[in-house]
């Protein structure tokens, strides 16, 4: 009996809504059915809408101005060094007298701070060669194998062509920078370090 | 209310470019290759623009 009773006042309710709808009554849109044609009735702006389809691309390029302006460091230090603003003045350091060096010899020395070690070979009568001997993969010592005719890292078997200081076997993937050479009255002299090209 | 997602897919794909020439510009810096450098920062710049156009081109056909 109770639940007929709900049910009459129920029944009661969409009358009175049909009455009010019948006479034009305006109503608030939180009632299902309602009369106005509105999609967004049920959007709460300050919840629901915090990151909708224009404020996701308005984030999005945003992001790409910031791309943008993060890369332009990079591109300045790079404009620098093509222009050579920033040319690295070197000492000129003796390395050895020729007499003392025989073809196939090598002899260790640092250039161009004390700690930078590097080594110079003889490869031939007048064919000298000089690299920063720290090993491109992750700095170790580099050796000169005369037996071989090429330069060893023992760390991890990386071996660089004594020629050209280009790695051909190996975990290193850069050239030994190589240091420019300079023959003055019966000794070797260096004069730079040539940035090596990747 | 119709909708077009053709900007969001354009934008993020713009966004995508902008990672990788970010990515090669810096990587480019570290192997010396200096032109690369600038050609990919230049890139970069320019999808900025390319981007603002992408959205005030969906902005005002709504």
């Known amino acids: 009996m109770p639940q007929e009773k709900e049910l009459g006042q129920g029944q009661g309710h969409q009358r009175e809504h049909l009455q009010e709808h019948q006479q034009g009554h305006k109503r608030d849109n939180n009632h299902s059915p309602f009369q106005e044609d509105n999609y967004t009735h049920n959007i709460r702006k300050n919840d629901e809408r915090k990151l909708d389809r224009r404020g996701f691309m308005k984030t999005l390029v945003g992001a790409a101005g910031v791309f943008a302006v993060s890369t332009l460091p990079w591109g300045t230090l790079a404009a620098r060094e093509l222009t050579g603003l920033k040319k690295k003045a070197y000492p000129k350091l003796k390395i050895a007298d020729i007499r003392s060096l025989q073809v196939g010899d090598a002899v260790e020395f640092a250039y161009p701070g004390e700690h930078d070690s590097a080594l110079l070979i003889r490869l031939g009568d007048n064919e000298y060669k000089a690299y920063q001997n720290a090993c491109t993969h992750l700095k170790c010592p580099v050796f000169w194998s005369k037996e071989q005719d090429e330069m060893v890292c023992p760390c991890h078997h990386g071996i660089f062509d004594a020629r050209t200081g280009i790695p051909t076997a190996g975990p290193p993937k850069r050239p030994l920078p190589e240091v420019l050479l300079k023959q003055e009255s019966g000794a070797i002299y260096a004069i730079g370090v040539k940035r090596y090209e990747a | ?62």
Not at chain 2, 7 to 25: M, P, R, S, Y
């Open chain 2, 1 to 62: 209310m119709k909708r077009s997602y053709l900007g969001v897919l354009l934008l993020c794909v713009v966004l995508f470019l902008n990672i990788i020439c970010t990515q090669k510009a810096v990587n480019a810096y570290y192997f010396e290759h200096y032109r690369t450098v600038i050609f990919y920062a230049v890139c970069n710049a320019m999808l900025f623009p390319i981007a603002l156009w992408i959205y005030q081109r969906e902005r005002d056909v709504q």
